[in-house]
């Protein structure tokens, strides 16, 4: 019996002592995967290869102005992301706007947060001119609950576009919104769509089937297996047919063409849309259509990148000349905007396009070290999926940053690039590296790992031989 309890007593050490070196050796292995190599310049002068890490580490990153990274241009001013609040007063209205604007405050507050006055024009493409873009099919859609048109008259569209960007800008949004969006108190009113009325609406669309294809939209199905998209375009060409005929027989130079057509009648579907969803519902849907065709082309300008193919032309090996010449270029263009991980993946295949029709066949963005991230302001990559700017009392302006790891940027298997589609089923986020040798920084996860198996089934085989 004493030896009974001698050998619980000393099978609960064991046990006690194994699962505090777990705990431990699990601290120290996020301890190291947390670890910063050391390096001057912007990109590491070696690939740090690491074994795949925990989910953790893939979480986002919340980023607030607060706290955004060293400047890696000491010599130039920061872009606007530092602490920010918004300036608010109360705005001068036309009065001729006839809309109790207090029904979509919390909608108008979304707007004016996601297109705050130092971000706008960062965050345009994917979050404020989206954002505001969906407030405005919101709003044409409430418009219309009091009347029986889905669109607004010319005069009353002025009036009511010119209190919207009051408003907006009262609440700290940035006023050229019209500008940096290129949207016009026009698109309030139908343009060249010939039904704009919602009794003829409702006789010539199959509503029905709208209503059930976009009330609900999946986030993750509708940009590679549209429901809603193409409700949509079915919707509108079937209040467009009339018009499209007509523009098909005349032809004629300063006429709407059929393209203009059939986006004035998109609007005119989409105020329906609002009409019968809540905000909520209309601006969630909304936002994933956007970003189904954000995410399908690269904002950024790529300017002839002469002094990068001249020094990497002929480069089989990293050199500092051809290195020193991408990281230039790249840190140009990281200063345009801020975009998504999908856009970084167009962009980088773009640019590599480019420089591969320039005669540089060598992948430089691995001989250079090149991530994705690299593509974005301060190697911020926003997430695919619909995202807004948060304002918080205490600490400004702040979004959420997607891929927190180094992923290489992918190198074009052919210059004769024309589009990249993400919908394939192959075809997803490129790979993380792995670790080739043993005295690589990114190899120290694995022998953790390694040495953790190593005790556990230790501590196993101890416990079925006391057991036998």
């Not at 193409?230 to 063409?257: C, R, W």
């Amino acid at each position: 019996m004493d030896c009974v309890k001698a050998h619980t007593h000393l099978k609960g050490t064991v046990c006690h002592q194994f699962l505090f070196l777990t705990f431990w050796l699990s601290g120290f292995q996020d301890l190291m995967a947390l670890q910063v190599p050391p390096g001057p310049s912007r990109f590491s002068s070696m690939s740090m290869l690491a074994s795949h890490p925990s989910s953790s580490i893939f979480e986002p990153i919340q980023i607030s102005p607060a706290v955004i990274p060293h400047n890696p241009f000491p010599l130039e001013s920061l872009p606007p992301m530092y602490p920010s609040f918004p300036t608010t007063y109360i705005p001068v209205l036309t009065g001729r706007c006839p809309v109790n604007f207090s029904a979509i405050s919390s909608i108008m507050d979304k707007t004016a947060s996601d297109c705050s006055q130092p971000l706008a024009a960062l965050v345009g493409n994917v979050v404020c001119c989206p954002q505001f873009s969906s407030f405005l099919h919101i709003f044409q859609g409430y418009y219309s609950l009091s009347s029986d048109n889905l669109v607004l008259q010319n005069a009353v569209a002025d009036d009511c576009f010119k209190d919207i960007i009051n408003i907006l800008g009262s609440r700290g949004a940035n006023s050229s919104i019209p500008t940096i969006c290129s949207v016009k108190s026009s698109n309030f009113t139908g343009g060249s769509c010939p039904v704009k009325d919602i009794m003829t609406f409702e006789r010539k669309v199959n509503t029905s089937k709208l209503l059930e294809a976009c009330s609900t939209v999946d986030p993750l199905k509708e940009c590679c297996r549209p429901v809603c998209q193409p409700a949509i375009k079915d919707a509108a060409l079937e209040i467009s047919v009339s018009q499209l005929l007509m523009s098909d027989n005349k032809n004629t130079a300063g006429q709407p063409t059929s393209v203009d057509v059939l986006n004035d009648c998109k609007g005119v579907v989409y105020s329906w849309i609002s009409r019968k969803l809540s905000s909520d519902a209309a601006n969630t849907a909304f936002r994933i259509l956007s970003a189904c065709k954000v995410n399908k082309v690269c904002p950024l300008d790529f300017k002839q990148p002469s002094e990068v193919i001249n020094a990497c032309r002929n480069v089989a090996a990293p050199g500092p000349s051809c290195c020193s010449s991408l990281n230039t270029y790249i840190a140009g263009i990281q200063k345009q905007m801020l975009i998504t991980n999908r856009q970084a993946i167009i962009c980088a295949t773009v640019f590599g396009s480019m420089l591969q029709k320039g005669g540089v066949i060598t992948d430089i963005y691995k001989l250079c070290d090149v991530d994705l991230k690299d593509f974005s302001l301060q190697g911020c990559l926003l997430r695919s999926l619909p995202a807004d700017v948060v304002f918080d009392n205490s600490t400004g302006f702040s979004f959420t940053c997607d891929l927190s790891d180094n992923i290489a940027a992918p190198w074009p298997s052919s210059p004769s690039f024309s589009s990249l589609s993400l919908c394939g089923p192959e075809m997803s986020l490129p790979a993380l590296p792995t670790s080739e040798t043993l005295g690589n920084p990114g190899s120290r996860g694995a022998e953790l790992d390694h040495l953790i198996l190593a005790l556990l089934f230790f501590i196993i085989s101890t416990f079925l031989y006391g057991d036998m």
